[in-house]
């Protein structure tokens, strides 16, 4: 069937590869790619579809209403799937505010946009808020996140997230506007931006420059590759049930500290180092403020409804990882010194 589909933050890590699934996937939908290419925006991660013709890309800010009621206007999508975030905890805690205009009224304007442009015409409709695991909190060293799990985020990342899911639930109870959410725990995989903890500790680790591990490394996170998200995204888009919640996780738990051995000993493999280089770059520094413990995710939901699990391995997926960071030097150098962003000068700058 025949879909416009608005993917917003489409030039970001997880979105580009939504973007790219469902532009292979589906010939006959149309991927609106909406992004305001902050620093996280990069459209380098699209290079391989962007001359497709059910790919565009629109320059825009979610958190200006007029601008994005016009973009709905014109192109009278029949779904949105809403990815465009402040994503970065470290950064919410260094500049709360920018959270909340993106995750909080971007989301907000998303909603209206879409309420506006499908009035009660709503068969066939579907708005996909994109969220994550770190609305429920913290764990202790038991216990899994539900989808009935209360939310208690500790992050002013975590809190805005927080914020614009109930704000998705509302506009279905109260607009009836067809929703439906997923919360998803960490993603790791090619095209991430090396503030995250795997690039970053990859970019680290070759240019031989030590790896800050916060506290004593014992937090937990749950790891899922990032093309595993990206095809449970899909099946929800097109089995899950409208105002229903599904937890999406890798059933893969780390402490920091044992993740980052792995991570050492796969690159010292990768870099024919000996065996204990990489190591000896891990450096404790001072622990992240508010710093959430552990974060573990029940996914059974997903599994017996939707039949949605994990492909990858993390075994797997971390070399893979670790495999395109090291054959993708240039985009990592353009990441790094600022670079890419001359990428959308050059495709877009005078070209409408
Ligand atoms: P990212 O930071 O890599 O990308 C975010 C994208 O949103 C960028 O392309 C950026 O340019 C765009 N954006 C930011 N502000 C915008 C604005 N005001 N208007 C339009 N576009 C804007 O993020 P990510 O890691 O790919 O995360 C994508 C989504 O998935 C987010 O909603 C995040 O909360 C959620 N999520 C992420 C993870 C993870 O591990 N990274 C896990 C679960 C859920
Ligand atoms: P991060 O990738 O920022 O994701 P999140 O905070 O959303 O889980 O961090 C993952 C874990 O790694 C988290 O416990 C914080 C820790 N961390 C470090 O120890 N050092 C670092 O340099 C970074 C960026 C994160």
Same mark, same amino acid.
């Given at each position: 069937m025949n879909k416009t589909i608005i993917i917003t933050g489409g030039a970001g890590f997880i979105g580009s590869h939504v973007v790219r699934l469902f532009v292979n996937k589906y010939p006959d939908y149309n991927i609106i790619n909406l992004d305001k290419l902050t620093y996280a925006g990069n459209l380098e991660n699209l290079k391989d579809i962007d001359k497709k013709s059910n790919y565009e890309f629109v320059k825009a800010d979610i958190v200006d209403q007029i601008a994005i009621n016009k973009i709905f206007?014109?192109?009278?999508?029949?779904?949105?799937?809403?990815?465009?975030?402040?994503?970065?905890?470290?950064?919410?805690?260094?500049?709360?505010?920018?959270?909340?205009?993106?995750?909080?009224?971007?989301?907000? $304007?998303?909603?209206?946009?879409?309420?506006?442009? *499908?009035?009660? /015409?709503?068969? $066939?409709?579907?708005?996909?808020?994109?969220?994550?695991?770190?609305?429920?909190?913290?764990?202790?060293?038991?216990?899994?996140?539900?989808?009935?799990?209360?939310?208690?985020?500790?992050?002013?990342?975590?809190?805005?997230?927080?914020?614009? /899911?109930?704000?998705?639930?509302?506009?279905?109870?109260?607009f009836n506007l067809p929703v439906v959410i997923s919360n998803c725990s960490n993603n790791y995989g090619p095209n991430q931006f090396p503030e995250k903890l795997i690039p970053l500790a990859i970019n680290n680790i070759k240019n031989m420059k030590p790896i800050p591990i916060y506290g004593k490394g014992e937090n937990?996170?749950? *790891?899922?590759?990032?093309?595993?998200?990206? $095809?449970?995204?899909d099946k929800i888009f097109? /089995?899950?049930?409208?105002?229903?919640?599904?937890?999406?996780?890798? $059933?893969?738990?780390?402490?920091?500290?044992?993740?980052?051995?792995?991570?050492?000993?796969v690159m010292d493999k990768k870099l024919n180092r000996k065996q204990g280089t990489s190591e000896s770059l891990i450096t404790f520094v001072k622990d992240r403020a508010g710093h959430d413990l552990r974060y573990a995710i029940d996914s059974s939901k997903l599994k017996n409804e939707l039949g949605w699990e994990p492909s990858l391995q993390f075994e797997q997926g971390i070399v893979l990882t670790v495999d395109w960071y090291l054959n993708n030097n240039k985009w990592l150098e353009n990441v790094v010194s600022g670079d890419y962003k001359m990428y959308y000068e050059q495709m877009y700058t005078n070209r409408n």
């Open positions: 206007e014109k192109y009278k999508p029949d779904a949105v799937i809403h990815l465009a975030a402040e994503s970065h905890v470290d950064r919410s805690i260094s500049n709360p505010t920018e959270f909340i205009f993106t995750n909080i009224v971007g989301t907000i $304007n998303l909603l209206n946009a879409a309420r506006t442009v *499908w009035g009660s /015409d709503t068969i $066939n409709k579907l708005f996909y808020h994109v969220s994550t695991d770190e609305v429920y909190g913290s764990l202790g060293k038991e216990g899994l996140f539900y989808e009935t799990t209360a939310y208690d985020p500790k992050s002013p990342y975590s809190a805005s997230k927080a914020s614009s /899911d109930h704000l998705v639930r509302a506009y279905n109870h109260t937990v996170r749950d *790891w899922l590759y990032v093309v595993d998200h990206a $095809n449970a995204i097109h /089995d899950g049930k409208i105002g229903e919640t599904y937890n999406i996780g890798g $059933n893969n738990e780390w402490q920091n500290i044992d993740l980052i051995h792995k991570l050492c000993e």
